[in-house]
């Protein structure tokens, strides 16, 4: 079992920037954020790939490359969404998941059914 809680969420102006936490019970090698829109369905922004270290391969979707930087800190078993430059189409709940033994997976373009272990998402919203 993986317990996850997110923090971190706010309202924000557009061109702001935001840095989400998901404080993690327990190492889990595919960790990752996703977000859902209201009306939309839930997308894989940033995934990371890693063993009990800090490091990791992160992966991110098209739409937030070059904005968004997900790391972790093992220490504080903590993960992180660094999210900057934001835009309005950027608001919506974000959530913190994980899946345990997912290598190929463990990209932005799987499934949210891939993961086993949800948090309870924390609102951003950007306004213009």
């Known amino acids: 079992q993986v317990q996850l809680a997110e923090s971190g969420g706010g309202s924000v102006q557009a061109g702001g920037s935001l840095k989400l936490s998901c404080a993690y019970s327990?190492?889990?090698?595919?960790m990752a954020w996703f977000r859902q829109a209201p009306g939309k369905e839930r997308e894989g922004v940033a995934t990371?790939?890693?063993?009990?270290?800090?490091?990791?391969?992160?992966s991110y979707a098209d739409s937030v490359k070059g904005r968004f930087i997900i790391s972790k800190d093992s220490a504080k078993n903590a993960l992180y969404l660094q999210m900057n430059t934001l835009d309005p189409e950027d608001t919506a709940m974000y959530y913190c998941?994980?899946?345990?033994?997912?290598?190929?997976?463990?990209?932005?373009?799987?499934?949210?059914?891939?993961?086993?272990?949800w948090g309870q998402g924390t609102q951003v919203t950007v306004s213009s």
């Open positions: 327990r190492h889990a090698q595919c």
């Open positions: 998941a994980a899946g345990l033994d997912l290598i190929s997976s463990c990209v932005p373009g799987s499934a949210w059914q891939t993961f086993g272990y």
């Open positions: 990371i790939l890693s063993d009990s270290s800090d490091n990791g391969i992160p």
